[in-house]
């Protein structure tokens, strides 16, 4: 019989790994650096990777009237960036909201990531207030009239801690509407996360009594090693919305050629450079889902 924690229990029978945040570093350089591969600027990594999260955010939320992208100061609110243009070019008549508090810093790519939003028609940039009425509008707490779906493109690999400003708040709301009172059919996707859940630790446990778990974990090249603490059995039944978090989480990012993933012991990946679909799901029994 399937059990409970199937999504990554498969994976872990068909010799599924989760990289570390060191390994995904290296993974990240080693692709840059064209080690076992042929070599990609980070700007080509981060437009495919944000195009092909994308296609699965399309595909799995297809009754979003609006996405409220929200972009953290690294590469992974980059990719959100790439992800949230190319929502509202290939989805006819939606809305985008941007959020990235901190500005694209010194990195001359976020900023030309910014401005090329910022002449996509259906891209609009938000203020705090706006993303905090439309979780309050997601959450019940606002009467509201569009459907929502929030894009957590805070933190990647390199995040550290705990949430910090000015992050803090918004990260508290949307941590709020996914708590396991509020649990969504398998197939309704009101929260995105790309590559890892915001303010969960990249290497450890996440602190399931107050921790963000969104509909949809689109982990870019491979799963991370946060992930696995669903199949420690020392940690007990894991809650609702981990296990359905485990069963709708799919990968993105075509990049890796059969030398990286003898590298990196990535043997299970679905996905190779060259590869005709954009994601496919982690869980390899349900391959044909995508
Ligand atoms: N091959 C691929 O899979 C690709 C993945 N990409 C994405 O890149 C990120 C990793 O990017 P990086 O810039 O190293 O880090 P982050 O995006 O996680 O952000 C770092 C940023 O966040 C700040 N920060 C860290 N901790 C905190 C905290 N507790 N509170 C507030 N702020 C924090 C830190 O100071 C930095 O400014 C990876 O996950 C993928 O999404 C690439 O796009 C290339 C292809």
Known sequence: MASDRDGYSTWCRYGGKFLSAA???ALDDDLIAG???EASTLEALMRRAGEQAASATL???RDAETFAVLCGPGNNGGDGLVLARACALRREGVRVVVWYPKGPG??????K???ECRATRNVRFADEAEIVDLLREASGDRAGTSTCCFIDALFGFS??????????NVMKLLTALTSESRIRDVGVVRTVSLDIPSGWSVDGAPNTDDVFIPDLLISLTAPKRCCATFDNPALGEAPARLRRMAQTHVVAGTFLTDELCERYGLYAIPLRRGSEIDFAPLDLSRRDES
């Open 159 to 168: 995040f550290r801690g705990a949430v910090r400003e000015p992050y803090v």
């Open 106 to 111: 010194k990195s001359e790519l976020y900023a």
């Open 35 to 37: 080690v076992g591969c």
């Open 59 to 61: 595909e799995r939320a």
């Open 23 to 25: 390994e995904a570093r």
């Open 113 to 115: 990531l910014v401005e």
